[in-house]
Every structure is written in C-alpha cells, then in structure tokens.
C-alpha cells in the first residue's frame, strides 16, 4: 500500500494526506463506514449465510451469547473500499469486529426502545427487501441462463467478428542516406549476414539485436515501411525505403496469422458480456406489459 493515500475531507475542494493508519481510521468513522454497512446489509449478509455452510467459519468474536463469525467479516469487508481492502489484515479485521459488535448492541437497544415498530423502519426494510429480492432473483437468473451453450456460441461469434491478423517478422537496417542504404542491400543480397551489418551500421534502436524488429501487424509500423516490408517473401531484401526517419533495408524473416483467443482467454469478457444481456432480458421480461409514467420535480408527466 502507498505510503500516504489521498482522500477528499469535509471540503471537496481539499486533499488531505493521510497514513494507512489514519486513512483505516476516517473511514471507519465516516459516511464510507455508512455505506459499506448498507451494502453489507444489503448484500453481505447472503454473503455470509452462503459462508456459514462451511465448517470452517470460525468464531472471531463473543459478547453475551451472541457471535461474530469469519463470514460476517469477509461479507463487510469486500464492501469496503479498495484503498481500505488493500491494506493489511492485522489492521483491518479489529476495526472490522468493532463495528459489527458496533452494529449488533445498536441494533439491541433500537429493539428495546421498540424501533422494529416504527413506520420509517418498515419503510426501510420494504426498500431493502425489494433489493435483496432483485439480487437474488437476478443471481438465480444469471446462473440458470448463463450455460456453457450460451457461452459456446458467445465465443464463436466473438471468432467470426475477431478473424485472425497477418503478423510479419522484419529486420531492418536505418541509415541516413540513401546511397548508404543501397550499397548496404548489395552486400547482404551478395552473402553478407543481415544481423552483423545491422550491428555495424544500424542507426537504429534495434541495431543491437541485429536489426530484429519481432512480430508486428501493418498498422503497427508507419504505412510506408509497412507496405513494403509485408510485400517481401521469407528471407528477401528490400531496395532501400524511406520514412521519416531515415533509409531503411528491410529482410522478411517470418509470416504468421494470429491465432485466436481459446475460449478460456476470453471466458471472463464473455461471461460479464452474457451477464448484461441476462439482465437486460429479465428487466426486459419484469416491464412487459407494464404501463410507466414518470414526472419531473414539479409533477409534470414526462412524455417518452
């Protein structure tokens, strides 16, 4: 971790340099707390029912005959933000206990005061239940349609729209001029090694490699010295070209097409690619049949 993070205070205008320790610390007592609550409400908790089935899930902490588990802990903790979850464990998991013990003796006397009755309580769990609904229903969809025929043909078409690309394998010689650049063609056409005389008159970067430019594709060279070199057979040499740069003895040592991807690369882009269609189709299939009308701040209908 940095060893100062920069983090927005009251004043937005204002940076404050912070420690990992104070940066832990702000945020464990700041509107960042707030909301990884609320996620972890939200979200965490089925998190953690899902981590309870295992029997390893250890007891962190015991107060009364109450307890706080690992699972709790990695559920609060993924909702943190990424400066704070990147910082070491032995930092961040005491603070993490404190505020679930926090939250839970909290939570004890809002019961006892009779909170659970109030009508902005159960118009916050009507809000969140309707969350938690639309994330397990979502979850449930996404693993049902999501299937390894789906994904199957997501990577053939991803095939059919990415076709392979030639790759070239060039040496080159770069001089300043372009009487130098001929007769350095004549020597290697006549049996000179390529590589050596890079070496010995390459005014270029790759001259220490013998003039070796590796695999590239057209568009990565500039166009002049693209068309010629992708116009070679293997082992020719061209007559000098010119580009902004200087003269240029061009050899072909190697021609290749790109293959492509395996569907184990692209497995990840494609899955989050098959997850956006699902949610569209599931929204897609919630709004059917529904009339909406929304409204702007003054009541206006807004007219789609």
């Keep these: 971790m940095a060893s100062s993070i920069e983090l927005a205070c009251y004043n937005p205008f ?11 610390m702000k945020l464990f007592t700041s509107v960042g707390l707030t909301a990884a609550i609320v996620a972890f409400v939200l979200i965490g908790s089925g ?77 916050q769990v009507e809000i969140s239940a309707a969350r938690i609904l639309q994330t397990v229903y979502l979850t449930a969809e996404i693993d049902e349609r999501l299937t390894e025929d789906r994904l199957n043909k997501a990577y053939e078409a991803f095939v059919a729209a990415n076709p392979p690309t030639e790759q070239i394998r060039a040496s080159h010689i770069l001089v300043e001029a372009k ?50 070199a992708f116009a070679l057979e293997k082992d020719e040499v061209s007559d000098p070209v010119q580009t902004q740069f200087g003269w240029h003895v061009i050899k072909l040592t190697d021609r290749r097409q790109t293959p492509p991807p395996t569907l184990d690369e ?23 049949g529904v009339t909406i009308e929304t409204f702007d701040a003054d009541g206006t209908l807004i007219e789609n």
């Design 14 to 24: 204002a940076v404050q340099k912070l420690s990992p320790e104070e940066d832990l």
């Design 179 to 228: 009487e130098d650049a001929q007769a350095i063609a004549d020597e290697v056409r006549g049996g000179g090694d390529f590589a050596e005389v890079a070496r010995r008159e390459s005014t270029g970067p790759s001259a220490s490699a013998g003039g070796d430019l590796g695999f590239f594709e057209k568009g990565q060279m500039v166009p002049t010295f693209a068309e010629a």
């Design 266 to 288: 692209v497995r990840g882009e494609l899955s989050e690619q098959l997850t956006g269609e699902i949610m569209g189709e599931v929204l897609a299939e919630a709004r059917e």
């Design 47 to 123: 998190q953690m029912a899902l981590a309870q089935e295992s029997d390893q899930d250890r007891v962190r902490a015991k107060f009364g005959n109450e307890e706080i588990l690992q699972s709790e802990i990695e559920a609060f903790i993924s909702q943190l933000p990424d400066q704070v979850r990147a910082a070491p464990r032995e930092q961040i998991e005491p603070l993490v206990i404190n505020e679930l013990i926090n939250t839970r003796l909290v939570a004890r006397l809002a019961r006892s005061a009779g909170t659970q009755d109030s009508e902005e309580y159960k118009r």
